[in-house]
DNA sequence: GTCTATACACCGATAGAC
DNA sequence: GTCTATCGGTGTATAGAC
């Protein structure tokens, strides 16, 4: 009634989410316990609960908001399917590092704590993860049919290409050698030396 | 049987090491606890102990022993370094991989359990594999200065390359899609490309 | 070299007061 | 919505018998 209790809830469960990103992407998943998470909210391990069923789920739900995020992002973005597949490559290079960049945090987990899911939460972030992938793996195929990337493997390729360009949150600092920006246009760079095609105009330097 | 009276340990010592490696790959770190690997090895959790003084060393024997015996292996099969720059780069790339298909599981701890690592152990680990990158980065040096290679940033085509044929080691399935030797062939054509070189012409497909 | 037994802290998760 | 208290279980590591 006059309470103001409930507004107090929504608050705790992004602070949930933020400090389990935090702590599970610097001491991994299964090292980080609720107790700790609670402590860095400021709560008692038990109102964790109120927020995620078990603490699986709580890995889980942060990948997927992840991945979903990454997907609605890019299609937020995407370039129109008719354009040069060189244009898309570019779009698709400067999109990835950029957020790999911004969101290290959530990046590293989902990429390092897959073993950490069930059967079931597997498979869902599996799919999103495959879903992804594909964007990349169409352009290539596109690109190849243009006559434009000459790669001779497009799924080797797909697969080199996100490992490189994935490999930038691994080492990325804020107070790094490169800014971002120009970390970018180098991985634009490589990306089309991947696909065996020419860089365009402006992404070279 | 109250003990094991002729068991070796040695032996012992082996199969603590496979065990553990095993599991590690398999769980992480911070998921395996010195109970599952004495079960798995047929002893108690107190006779781990007369192997390591702690959980930790074990790891970080594990990973020390994994990277010195990745240097020595490479030393002992290094190329001429008067040899250019190009035949050295195709000699690495075919190392690496193969290296990487057949330990997948100690590459994979080496790389994802960094964060388990204090401080101390961290900066050990680290040494050896900033110095097994030097001999990448030492070869991409000598291309360019040979003309051969046409790379924009030394130390970020480095850590692409690193990362990109690393990235092997989280897909590759022994009844995968392609045979080892043909994942070598095409990675080979791809590190020759993110060099900016022409492959040689017995790497080409 | 391996065992049994154990110390004792911490785990994830739940129950019920307020 | 958050608290305290608590459950049953597991964690790493050690002590001392044989």
């Not at 702590?23 to 700790?36: D, N, T, Y």
């Not at 299609?75 to 779009?91: H, M, T």
């Not at 434009?148 to 790094?176: C, E, K, N, P, Q």
Request: glycine share 6%; net charge negative; charged share 25%.
């Amino acid at each position: 009634m006059a309470r103001k209790s409930g507004s107090s809830g929504e608050k705790t469960r992004a602070m949930v989410e933020e400090a389990a990103t935090r702590l599970i992407a610097r001491h991994g998943f299964a090292a980080v316990s609720m107790r700790q998470i609670a402590r860095e909210v400021g709560v008692q391990a038990g109102a964790l609960y109120l927020y995620t069923p078990d603490k699986q789920s709580l890995l889980k739900d942060i990948m997927r908001g992840h991945l979903q995020h990454l997907l609605e992002s890019w299609a937020a973005q995407a370039p129109d399917p008719d354009l040069p597949a060189a244009a898309r490559l570019e779009r698709f290079v400067r999109f990835h590092i950029d957020y790999h960049i911004l969101r290290a945090e959530k990046v590293f987990i989902s990429y390092m704590e897959l073993r950490n899911l069930d059967c079931d939460n597997f498979a869902e972030i599996e799919r999103l993860r495959r879903s992804y992938e594909h964007i990349l793996e169409e352009i290539l195929i596109s690109g190849a049919a243009e006559g434009v990337f000459h790669h001779t493997d497009t799924r080797l390729t797909t697969l080199a290409m996100i490992a490189m360009m994935t490999g930038v949150s691994t080492w990325y600092r804020d107070d790094g050698r490169l800014p971002p920006d120009a970390i970018t246009t180098r991985y634009v760079d490589m990306a089309f030396r991947l696909a065996g095609g020419e860089p365009l105009a402006e992404a070279a330097e």
